[in-house]
Nanobody, 126 residues
Framework: QVQLVESGGALVQAGGSLRLSCAASRRTFNNYAVAWFRQGPGKEREFVAGITWGNFSTYYADSAKGRFTISRDSAKNTVYLQMNSLKPEDTAVYYC???????????????????WGQGTQVTVSS
């Protein structure tokens, strides 16, 4: 069992930056692929970014490319999402999710993930 705790969400103006953190309860988290998803008001949950555990390869949704960066710190059992140049359409609850699977690939389907955090609210004002 892996428990995930997100933090770092806040209210920020358009063009601003935030760094979200996803801390895991177990050291074996380092053998899990981790992804960030988000769910905006009235929208379905969507993939934002993911990072593998085998070689730390990263994957991004088109909406995140060039603005968001996902990274992981194995010593701290933590995955980060650095978000720059934020837009009002980035407003959502952001969730981190983990799955024990292929070390070199990321799955963008939310149903493939076994463990989820409680979410952290990001609100971007115009």
């Amino acid at each position: 069992q892996v428990q995930l705790v997100e933090s770092g969400g806040a209210l920020v103006q358009a063009g601003g930056s935030l760094r979200l953190s996803c801390a895991a309860s177990r050291r074996t988290f380092n053998n899990y692929a981790v992804a960030w998803f988000r769910q905006g008001p009235g929208k379905e949950r969507e993939f934002v970014a993911g990072i593998t555990w085998g070689n730390f390869s990263t994957y991004y949704a088109d909406s995140a490319k060039g603005r968001f960066t996902i990274s992981r710190d194995s010593a701290k059992n933590t995955v980060y999402l650095q978000m720059n140049s934020l837009k009002p359409e980035d407003t959502a609850v952001y969730y981190c999710a983990a799955r024990r699977a292929d070390p070199y690939n990321i799955v963008v389907l939310n149903t493939a993930y076994d463990y989820w955090g409680q979410g952290t609210q990001v609100t971007v004002s115009s």
